[in-house]
């Protein structure tokens, strides 16, 4: 039994718990998963080779097919507002919106800060296009 191959096995499951508790991104806890089977194959007294072997089988297996799933699972950074379901929508401009300078909407009898990404300035009483949504602010565009 190789007790140097079972240290490093050892430091390798600290290494990438270490670092995958200070990332949070998914990746390190399938080495260090990998890392705990090595462990145990040193342990019982397998070959270099087939720790190896075990270790990066294990460790690519579980990166490529375990966590995206995971990653899906735990996505939590999404905070769903329905204000996405304006997208696409026709508002009316209430106030001048100029080139570079804010202006204001209304939709669903909603009044909105709007900008234009374009040249165009967009008079009162124009009908604009929502584009997309940044903050609190509506992207438009005349149709």
Known sequence: MDTWLIILWFAVILISAFIE?????????????????????AIIGFGWVTQLSVFLAVSVVLLLSVRPIAKNYFRTNIVSTNADRLVGKVAV???EIQPGER???????QYWTAITPGDDTVLVDERVEILAIDGVKLIVVKP
């Open 21 to 41: 508790i200070n990332t949070m991104d998914l990746t390190s806890v399938w080495f260090s998963i990998g890392a705990l089977l090595a462990f145990i194959f």
């Open 93 to 95: 401009c209430t106030k």
């Open 103 to 109: 202006g204001q909407v209304k939709i669903d009898g």
